[in-house]
């Protein structure tokens, strides 16, 4: 992506996902009090990282990752990957 910004909602809207079994960009909506483009955004940002699979029409997505312990290693790995990067 052009915009290597990472959203700073990314991880609670992680545990949010993972903790509902669904990735469904409404669910975000209610759950960070953001609006559509935001949500769709983190939505994709997810996908990028193994998070949630790809969308397909308007179905909810996917869930990948099957628990916050899965999560919290993955946000461990992608942050070391970060500062590596710096």
Known sequence: AADDSVDPLIWEAAEAVVAAGLGSTS?????????????????D????????????????????????EDLESLRAFDEEDREGTR
């Not at 669910?27 to 939505?43: S, T």
């Not at 940002?45 to 916050?68: F, I, N």
């Open 45 to 68: 940002m997810l996908e990028t990282k193994g998070v949630v699979g790809p969308q397909e029409g308007s179905r909810a997505r996917d869930v990948l990752v099957d628990s916050v």
């Open 27 to 43: 669910m975000l909506q209610r759950r960070l009090k953001v609006g559509y483009a935001r949500a769709g955004r983190i939505m």
